[in-house]
């Protein structure tokens, strides 16, 4: 079955370590996209790529770090820089050129200890 | 730049009680729209959509119309059940860019 898969479910660092988040995806889509989620704040775009080997900054990038090797993966890096980044993560995919909307994936819950 | 704006929760009802979640956006150009519910834990899902003024995006018993005179897209269901407990997020999208713009969430409780 075709869909997003975001790893691990739970992580946990050390304050000062960057961490990378995993998103893979066997949809064929085109653009991803990762999420923040915060409590009562929604969701906000940390980086997006519509195609491989180019991405653009989201509304909330400092601290944060992407590549696109592949068309499937679209990994996330939470580095050191990152002021508070204990928070949800959530990483979408979709196809360009039409209102298919976004699958999302499980999502990965980051706690800085 | 868009923007949307729901309506603040949390909003808690009886089963088979009425439900309406205000949703109301605001757009350079003419977004789809988009209503997508979390369960705890979980990631967002595709509950329904709309792609130009007028469209009525329906599943799982729940509504939305397209209202471009007053920019909305109000989320309706006409009996809730137990399991419809959830965080419900409105969304906005550009075309060209796909980009979705989100609302913040309403958290929705049904109590037996």
């Known amino acids: 079955d075709g869909g997003i898969t975001q790893s691990p479910k739970y992580l946990f660092r050390k304050e000062g370590q960057n961490v990378t988040l995993s998103c893979e995806q066997n949809?064929?889509?085109?653009?991803m996209y990762w999420y923040r989620q915060d409590p009562g704040q929604g969701l906000r775009l940390i980086y997006y790529s519509q195609i491989v080997n180019d991405f653009q900054k989201g509304d909330i990038a400092e601290g944060y770090s992407v590549s696109r090797e592949k068309k499937e993966s679209f990994p996330l890096t939470v580095t050191s820089a990152q002021k508070n980044p204990t928070a949800f993560y959530l990483c979408?995919?979709?196809?360009?050129?039409?209102?298919?909307?976004?699958?999302f994936g499980s999502g990965t819950r980051l706690t800085v200890v | 730049g868009n923007s949307v704006t729901q309506m603040e929760g949390p909003v808690t009802l009886s089963e088979e009680a009425f439900l309406t979640i205000n949703c109301t956006y605001t757009?350079?150009?003419?977004?789809?729209l988009f209503w997508y519910v979390q369960y705890p834990g979980e990631g967002l899902q595709l509950l329904l959509k709309a792609t130009k003024a007028d469209d009525k995006g329906s599943n799982k018993g729940f509504e939305a119309t397209y209202r471009k005179e007053t920019t909305s897209f109000h989320l309706e269901k006409g009996s809730v059940q137990v399991s419809d407990s959830a965080v419900y997020f409105c969304a906005l999208s550009d075309r060209g860019n796909e980009k979705l713009t989100f609302g913040t969430g309403t958290r929705l409780t049904i109590i037996p």
């Open positions: 949809l064929n889509h085109d653009a």
């Open positions: 757009a350079t150009g003419y977004p789809s």
């Open positions: 979408a995919s979709t196809i360009r050129g039409n209102d298919y909307g976004y699958t």
